[in-house]
């Protein structure tokens, strides 16, 4: 049985950081992308960083583009999100998803069919 959980969320000044955490379980990291997802309030949930099964690629979103890093260890769990210079606009639930990993699909495009229950960031002086 897939499970994700997410871990790290918690309340940040403008301009300092968290690093959040996604453990997963039930499944061959090598064969599944891992991603980031965010919903602030009011707003439709967007992806804002991925990383491939197998060589652990990695894409961004434009928005958080140098400030964000997705990370893991080869094969392994956790898949961190390392989040520095946060703004008021960063302010979301974030989390963390997996779906399997074809080969000559892009990482945005999977269907990410397992989530993690989420973990509230908020960016707030």
């Known amino acids: 049985q897939v499970q994700l959980v997410e871990s790290g969320g918690g309340l940040v000044q403008p301009g300092g950081s968290l690093r959040l955490s996604c453990a997963a379980s039930g499944f061959t990291l090598d064969y599944f992308a891992i991603a980031w997802f965010r919903q602030a309030p009011g707003k439709e949930r967007e992806g804002i960083a991925y990383?491939?099964?197998?060589?652990?690629?990695?894409n961004s979103q434009d928005s958080v583009k140098g400030r964000f890093t997705i990370s893991r260890d080869p094969a392994k769990t956790p898949v961190y999100l390392q989040m520095d210079n946060l703004k008021p606009e960063d302010t979301a639930l974030y989390y963390c998803a997996s779906g399997r990993h074809y080969a000559g699909v892009a990482v945005r495009s999977i269907p990410y069919g397992y989530w993690g229950p989420g973990t509230q960031v908020t960016v707030s002086s």
């Open positions: 990383i491939s099964g197998r060589g652990g690629k990695t």
